[in-house]
């Protein structure tokens, strides 16, 4: 009965006896009454408490999990079964859940540790972790002791945080510094940092340092209906054994043999894990297919981790099939295991092999392993992100025209005088006759240029992977010179010997951060020291891309062999003393050179040896417009621009000579019989016709161009129409020969490379290196070769084998080309 209720009734039977009685012995009598009645209720409440508590025990366990939340189906009551959400909730948030996703708390929920249950529907929560099928792993699972508050408190906080419950202990590994490549570049992130934003990490790329992937547990994965990728598998696997210095023996594993894929798809085996998985293409069923539909599962599955594959060092895939009788589907499965590994938080290590079996296919696997297993060795970073319309929207790439600019009246211009301190220091050590380096390490310039993507080699050239480099390694299109001239954009390094030019032109987009001279007067590095180092840093750049989305293998590999030197980027190449032995040493490897100059050195364009063709830039037709135009340093400009077309006609016409206009509107396409005056003087074998790019505009650049300065493609067209026209009015033999309407770029050919009705703009590369070699004078006649169908002008230009993508709102609907729409040809492009 309620104590209160007691306390009436009592009063109530004992008022008369007061009453009665009165006084003291009324007294004593309500004492009396009070220790025999209420004590012993005043000492109950606490187990009233408990009592009340305990109540909803009586139904037993009110979620409907099937039993898979750790207690049979026998267990749970019909009562109750209204506060289940049948197994369709989160269960990421463990307050609200039910153990297979419940959504509403009851007072019985945190009994469920007691089973070992993550009670979060997970697969895994640490070793306690039943599955999401309601029992623990191994001993755990008999672990049938009550929880301690301690336990109930982690699992709760397990439930809570459901992705950092499954990141793996954090070792002393961990703590280290990581390098993570974004879109903006490079900086370094510590593993704290990284904890916090691994949300963002994820889609960024680390180094894994020299040690982490040579110390990696390679697991080679394969899944075979008739052996041959099991045959292959075992070839990566045996090629990989014999790496020097890997750690551990690579293991083999069949993908259709693998009872719980979970053990490998969403926990990984052990922390240093590296997959490679050899997959072949079937379409038909195969139980390949059963693979990659469990992978999406687990992408899709909102119980999971949705990165779990973020605990691997890395991983790769490669393909088998056949491209002959498959064209379309050829190593389709290859593709879409790249994509849910790399969607499941894998960060792929090297491209997606795809490789033919019907000829050498074993032969292409081991090439391939063997090359996997030296970039395993390998400390370069790996991008894994890489996004054209970011990464160099203001440079585009290519070459320059050999112009530079320190942007006058920019804060960061380096000028002659400049160069190394200030002008007084300058000053001084010309008299004192110091010669200082161009680009000094600790400088702003150097920092300025690395920072813009160059790599520095010595102190005073630079190279840059060109975003045309980049994208034909991705299938996403060949620059303008694939379509013209038959290069291999891939296969092409971007170089300067020299970072500091003589010129400071308007749509130079080097945003003053060069250094500008009329002479060269700096500390001069070898040309075999700097092609050596060039390459190395090529390659090292090339590398960054084997982790990047699409890049093809083939063309990645080859991209280590490289065929072209465009000798422009920035800067006047034909300022470095050596030039014309830094060519020579590139073709003794076999590396075709494009150079370019900007017609004011007229000494050393006479002297220069023979390079595979020869570039001088024409930006604009008259004396006034080209003071404008290229801001020149020499006060005789004009004169040296002429004498240097006349050195073209003369010394220099056994080379393959191209004129390069770069039309921008407002500065140079009004006086077309000018530039035909050009023409005449220095009758180049081409003439090359590109509209301006427009590089965007900044502080540091004040005369940067805008849209307004950007011809359309009709426009350009129609000067080139004109300016042909007036070629022949003079009775020059010039015509239209091939185009890449992409770039906006018209080739203008004399009539001499059309042989047999055909145009032959494009140059025969091992007859010009064979001509070389064998000692005997040539000419550009020697090593032309036909120009393909497609690059004919009128057809466009878009090379086959590529994947022409569009950019939706970047591309101007206009016609004419932004440097952040797709990949392009920089003004002054060789
Ligand atoms: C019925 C059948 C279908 C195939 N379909 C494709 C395909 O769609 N794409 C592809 O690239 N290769 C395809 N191939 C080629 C196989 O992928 C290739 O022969 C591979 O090496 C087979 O690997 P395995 O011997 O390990 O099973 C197919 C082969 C067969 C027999
Ligand atoms: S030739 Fe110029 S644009 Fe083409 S890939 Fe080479 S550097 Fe890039």
Not at 6 to 35: D, E, N
Request: charged letters at 30%; aromatic letters at 8%.
């Amino acid at each position: 009965m309620d104590l209160k209720v007691k306390i009436y009734v009592t009063l109530g039977v004992l008022s008369p006896v007061f009453l009665y009685m009165g006084g003291r012995l009324s007294i004593l009598v309500v004492i009396w009454t009070s220790v025999v009645l209420f004590l012993p209720e005043l000492l109950k409440p606490k187990e009233v408490e408990k009592e009340q508590k305990v109540e909803p025990k009586k139904k037993d366990h009110v979620c409907k999990c099937g039993g898979k939340n750790g207690k049979s189906e026998a267990a749970h009551s019909d009562e109750g079964k209204e506060e289940c959400c049948g197994g369709k909730g989160t269960g990421v948030n463990g307050k609200e859940c039910c153990g297979k996703g419940g959504k509403k708390k009851v007072e019985v929920e945190p009994k469920k540790p007691k089973d070992g249950c993550c009670s979060s529907g997970g697969k895994k929560s640490g070793k306690k972790c039943c599955g999401g099928k309601g029992h623990g792993h191994g001993k755990e699972t008999k672990d049938t002791k009550e929880p301690s508050p301690a336990t109930a408190q982690e699992w709760d906080s397990l439930t809570v945080d459901f992705t950092n419950a499954f990141k793996p202990a954090k070792t002393s590994k961990a703590k280290k510094t990581v390098k993570v490549f974004g879109k903006k570049g490079m900086t370094q992130i510590s593993s704290k940092q990284e904890d916090s934003n691994s949300g963002d990490l994820i889609k960024s790329a680390f180094t894994v340092s020299n040690d982490e992937l040579l110390n990696s547990d390679i697991y080679v994965f394969y899944s075979s209906l008739q052996g041959s990728a099991e045959k292959a598998a075992g070839i990566v696997q045996e090629k990989l054994k014999a790496v020097e210095g890997l750690k551990n023996e690579p293991k083999l594993l069949n993908l259709d043999e693998i009872d719980d894929t979970d053990k490998y798809f969403v926990d990984v085996p052990s922390e240093n894990a590296l997959y490679v998985l050899v997959v072949p293409s079937y379409d038909v069923d195969c139980p390949l297919d059963y693979f990659i539909q469990t992978l999406e599962e687990n992408f899709n599955d909102h119980r999971l981790d949705r990165f779990p594959l973020r605990k691997l060092v890395g991983y790769t895939v490669l393909g088998l099939g056949d491209s002959e009788s498959w064209p379309d589907k050829f190593c389709y499965q290859a593709n879409k295991v790249d994509y849910w590994v790399s969607h499941l938080g894998g960060r792929r290590i090297f491209p997606v092999g795809k490789i033919c079996m019907k000829y050498d296919g074993f032969e292409k696997v081991g090439e391939w392993a063997e090359l996997l297993g030296e970039l395993l060795k390998d400390n370069e970073p790996i991008l894994y992100e890489y996004d054209e319309n970011v990464d160099d929207s203001e440079e585009d790439g290519d070459d320059q025209d050999g112009s530079d600019e320190g942007g006058e009246g920019s804060d960061q211009e380096v000028d002659l005088e400049d160069v190394g301190g200030k002008e007084s220091d300058s000053k001084r050590n010309e008299n004192s006759l110091e010669v200082k380096q161009m680009i000094a390490k600790d400088s702003p310039t150097y920092r300025n240029l690395t920072k813009q993507g160059y790599r520095i080699v010595g102190s005073h050239s630079g190279v840059k992977i060109c975003r045309w480099t980049k994208n034909e390694l991705r299938g996403k299109g060949s620059c303008y010179k694939k379509s013209l001239f038959n290069i291999a954009s891939s296969r092409c390094m971007e170089l300067t010997p020299s970072l500091a030019c003589s010129s400071k032109c308007v749509f130079c987009w080097r945003h003053g951060t060069n250094p500008v001279s009329k002479n060269w007067r700096w500390e001069t590095d070898e040309p075999e020291f700097i092609l050596e180092n060039a390459l190395a840093a090529h390659y090292s750049m090339i590398k960054q891309m084997r982790g990047v989305p699409g890049v093809i293998a083939d063309r990645f590999i080859n991209a280590f062999k490289v065929a072209h030197c465009a000798l422009s980027l920035v800067g006047e190449p034909i300022l470095y003393p050596y030039i014309s032995k830094f060519v020579e040493l590139l073709h003794e490897k076999d590396i075709s050179s494009f150079l370019v100059c900007n017609a004011q050195h007229p000494e050393s364009l006479r002297s220069l040896g023979k390079v595979t063709q020869l570039y001088v830039s024409i930006d604009a037709s008259t004396k006034d417009e080209l003071r404008k135009v290229d801001r020149p340093l020499y006060k005789d400009f004009w004169e040296r621009m002429m004498e240097c077309l006349d050195i073209i006609r003369t010394t220099q016409s056994h080379q393959r000579t191209v004129f390069r206009l770069t039309l921008v509107k407002g500065f140079n396409m009004g006086d077309i019989s000018a530039y035909a005056d050009l023409v005449q003087r220095g009758v180049p074998c081409f003439i090359e016709v590109k509209g301006a790019t427009f590089s965007g505009s900044s502080k540091d650049n004040v005369n940067a161009l805008t849209m307004q300065n950007i011809p359309f493609n009709e426009e350009c067209k129609d000067f080139v129409e004109n300016f042909v026209a007036e070629l022949k009015r003079r009775g020059l033999p010039y015509d239209i020969a091939a185009e890449h309407a992409h770039s906006n770029c018209v080739l203008i050919a004399d009539t001499k490379f059309k042989v047999d009705g055909k145009w032959n703009t494009h140059i025969d590369f091992a007859k010009f290196f064979e001509l070389l070699r064998s000692g005997e004078s040539f000419t550009h006649m020697d090593y032309m070769q036909e120009t393909p169908e497609w690059a004919l002008y009128g057809n466009g230009g878009f090379a086959p084998g590529n994947v022409r993508v569009a950019h939706g709102d970047r591309v101007a609907n206009d016609g004419r080309v932004d440097a952040a729409d797709l990949p392009e040809i920089p003004v002054g492009a060789v």
